[in-house]
């Protein structure tokens, strides 16, 4: 992913199988869905600071599942980087990174993991649900120029009634109920601030379909 250079002050970035309980599916089917995030950083002092971000997520999915039958949906975040700096400002690094998405309409949330990413930090990413929002949080830290990637997320879910479709996406509509979040620590003259992001799709895209029959 790379970020696009519009942050003009400070700088920041972030940006399977499934085991069936029973009944047969429809084969999975993997697709790449490219994003861009609208993003605003809020520093200690001064106005906040919009920026974009250019992302994408590999999504798998079965196309069709019987009612009531178990499935998986994997979302995998593509492929990041972290400028060095931006702007003339060092990016020393970024953490406390969260990804959400809410349980797709349709569908009850039977389980939820994480599997895979690299170059994520010495922190313990972790997946926990709150409502019908299931939240990635890596801690980080992750340094300015560094690429990564983040964890799939794995849903495991249960299909609702025949006739309906699943749709998998990410969560947040705006700066204030954000899909993505995470701080930038960012060193100006002798001290190091954080600037904390908040960031939406925008569009929200669908990144997968499954038809329930």
């Known amino acids: 992913m790379r970020l696009a250079p519009t942050l003009k002050r400070l700088p920041m970035a972030l940006a399977a199988g499934a085991a069936l309980v029973g009944i047969a599916v429809a084969p999975a089917s993997a697709a790449t869905t490219p994003l861009s995030f609208a993003c605003q950083a809020t520093p200690p002092v001064g ?8 992302s994408g997520v590999d999504a798998t999915a079965p196309a069709s599942v019987a009612a009531g039958s178990t499935f998986r949906v994997s979302l995998a975040p593509t492929t990041m980087t972290v400028p060095g700096s931006v702007s003339g400002y060092k990016v020393k690094n970024i953490g406390s990174i969260k990804l959400s998405m809410p349980v797709p309409a349709n569908s009850t949330l039977v389980g939820q993991s994480l599997s895979g990413g690299s170059g994520i930090g010495s922190g313990t990413p972790s997946v926990a649900v709150s409502g019908s929002t299931v939240t990635m949080t890596v801690p980080g830290p992750i340094n300015g120029g560094a690429t990564f990637t983040l964890p ?11 006739g309906t479709s699943i749709q998998a996406r990410l969560a947040g509509s705006s700066y204030a109920s954000p899909g993505l979040t995470f701080t930038a620590k960012v060193p100006i003259l002798f001290v190091t601030v954080n600037v904390p992001t908040a960031c939406y ?13």
């Not at 106005?47 to 250019?54: D, I, L, P, R, Y």
């Not at 799709?201 to 029959?213: D, E, G, H, K, M």
């Open 47 to 54: 106005g906040a600071q919009t920026f974009e971000v250019a």
């Open 201 to 213: 799709p925008s569009p929200n895209p669908v990144l997968s379909t499954t038809a329930v029959s």
């Open 152 to 162: 799939t997320v794995n849903l495991d879910l249960k299909a609702g009634a025949a």
